[in-house]
T-cell receptor, first 110, second 117 residues
Framework: ELKVEQNPLFLSMQEGKNYTIYCNYSTTSDRLYWYRQDPGKSLESLFVLLSNGAVKQEGRLMASLDTKARLSTLHITAAVHDLSATYFC??????????FGTGTSLTVIP | EAQVTQNPRYLITVTGKKLTVTCSQNMNHEYMSWYRQDPGLGLRQIYYSMNVEVTDKGDVPEGYKVSRKEKRNFPLILESPSPNQTSLYFCASNGLGGGKSGTDTQYFGPGTRLTVL
């Protein structure tokens, strides 16, 4: 059974601190996505990771992909309140099939 | 402006009353998908389409139908809604290559909150 697991499910962190969200998936894929969802809103694309060892950075967020370990990480550097949201990873397979993790709800507190 | 639109945004209905949720994109994308989002379950793909008249089941297709008669539109049909279909529904589109090649990520609509009584 194909599974995408995120850890942690809930994360409360202080402003200025660093933390990492993990995304494990059970079946080999060469394509991994990270999305952000604000409360009551739709999903917004953050990163697309296309190959083993891929690393992408945007502001305080950095995503990486290890296809051999079937693991992606989303690293948050010096968190600020604006980063409070729910973050989803997703993997895709032939034919436009997408599987999402259950999401990580991040709250950044002063 | 590039966008995916859905209608209605909110819908309350009763068990067994057929309904359609429309989805339209203006980016000339080949691929479109429908998802439902439930607390603690993330997003689950219901159906997807790789082009006009080409559709396939996702992870949770039971109780749903779709059609793709035009490239820009991908309506979701609930022939006989039941309370377990109460959920938040998202339509999404992405460009050629979709999940296999290319770099396009999915663009999501604003969501439709459906309640079935």
């Amino acid at each position: 059974e194909l599974k995408v697991e995120q850890n942690p499910l809930f994360l409360s962190m202080q402003e200025g601190k660093n933390y990492t969200i993990y995304c494990n998936y059970s079946t080999t894929s060469d394509r991994l996505y990270w999305y952000r969802q604000d409360p009551g809103k739709s999903l917004e694309s953050l990163f697309v990771l296309l190959s083993n060892g891929a690393v992408k950075q945007e502001g305080r967020l950095m995503a990486s992909l290890d296809t051999k370990a079937r693991l992606s990480t989303l690293h948050i550097t010096a968190a600020v309140h604006d980063l409070s949201a729910t973050y989803f990873c997703a993997v895709s397979y032939t034919g436009n099939q997408f599987y999402f993790g259950t999401g990580t709800s991040l709250t950044v507190i002063p | 402006e590039a966008q995916v639109t859905q209608n209605p945004r909110y819908l309350i209905t009763v068990t067994g009353k057929k309904l359609t949720v429309t989805c339209s994109q203006n980016m000339n994308h080949e691929y479109m998908s429908w998802y439902r989002q439930d607390p603690g379950l993330g997003l689950r793909q219901i159906y997807y389409s790789m082009n006009v008249e080409v559709t396939d089941k996702g992870d949770v297709p039971e109780g749903y139908k779709v059609s793709r008669k035009e490239k820009r539109n991908f309506p979701l049909i609930l022939e006989s809604p039941s309370p377990n279909q109460t959920s938040l529904y998202f339509c999404a589109s992405n460009g050629l290559g979709g999940g296999k090649s290319g770099t396009d990520t999915q663009y999501f609509g604003p969501g439709t909150r459906l309640t079935v009584l």
